[in-house]
């Protein structure tokens, strides 16, 4: 199967900092690929479908100053949690599919503790 | 506005069970379905994937059936062992991925 690496796998930060997360296909190019965010005890929600070469589109309530995408090319693409607040702290995972409707490669996600 | 929901929303079995895990959604208009594992912490691992055109896929002591028209899918897990607990999410594929609410499964020896 297709690999999706994502790194840090943990990261603990001051409130007010600024974290990136990389996700990376590995053995595909990936032409879009999604960021997800997980709270405790709590289902995947989809945060952004981030577009190689164009901005990404958020979902309703996520704000895109707060949550920088980049999808510089077919195979990374970061998240930028800027002016992190405790209340940011969650599980953050990618994913990326080779093609439009094809089966979604998840990367291992991503703990973000911000102090 | 596709919503996904999954029962039972936890589940505490005796190894060797059989066992049944729904999903419903309530927008038949899908690409594919696909069923994760995710254990504590953990990312997701695929488990099984769907197309919209497919009734059922099997991997192993796994079978998801999938039922369009009537926006549901089931796993199914068969002679069920303790490293099988874990959280089970299904997720359908529009234009972009919906999770359901996921199941919590815990078979104990």
């Known amino acids: 199967g297709a690999v999706v690496s994502q790194h840090p796998s943990r990261v603990i930060c001051k409130s007010g900092t600024s974290v990136k997360i990389e996700c990376r296909s590995l053995?595909?190019?990936?032409?879009?690929m999604f960021w997800y965010r997980q709270f405790p005890k709590q289902s995947l929600m989809l945060m952004a479908t981030?577009?190689?070469?164009?901005?990404?589109?958020?979902e309703q309530g996520v704000e895109k100053d707060k949550f920088l995408i980049n999808h510089a090319s077919l195979t990374l693409s970061t998240l930028t949690v800027t002016s992190a607040h405790p209340e940011d702290s969650s599980f953050y995972i990618c994913?990326?599919?080779?093609?439009?409707?094809?089966?979604?490669?998840f990367g291992e996600g991503s703990r973000l503790t911000v102090l | 506005k596709q919503e996904v929901t999954q029962i039972p929303a936890a589940l505490s079995v005796p190894e060797g069970e059989n066992l049944v895990l729904n999903c419903s959604f309530t927008?038949?208009?899908?690409?594919?379905l696909q069923w994760f594992r995710q254990d504590p912490g953990k990312g997701l691992t695929s488990l099984l994937l769907i197309q919209s055109s497919q009734r059922e896929q099997t991997s192993g002591r796994l079978n998801a059936s999938l039922d369009k028209s009537s926006g549901r899918s089931t796993l199914y897990i068969a002679a069920s062992q303790p490293g099988d607990s874990a959280t089970y999410l299904c997720?359908?594929?529009?234009?972009?991925?919906?999770f359901g609410t996921g199941t919590r499964l815990q078979v104990f020896p």
């Open positions: 981030s577009n190689e070469g164009s901005k990404a589109t958020y």
């Open positions: 994913s990326a599919s080779r093609t439009g409707g094809g089966e979604l490669f």
């Open positions: 053995d595909f190019q990936a032409t879009t």
């Open positions: 927008d038949s208009a899908i690409y594919n």
């Open positions: 997720a359908v594929n529009t234009d972009k991925l919906i």
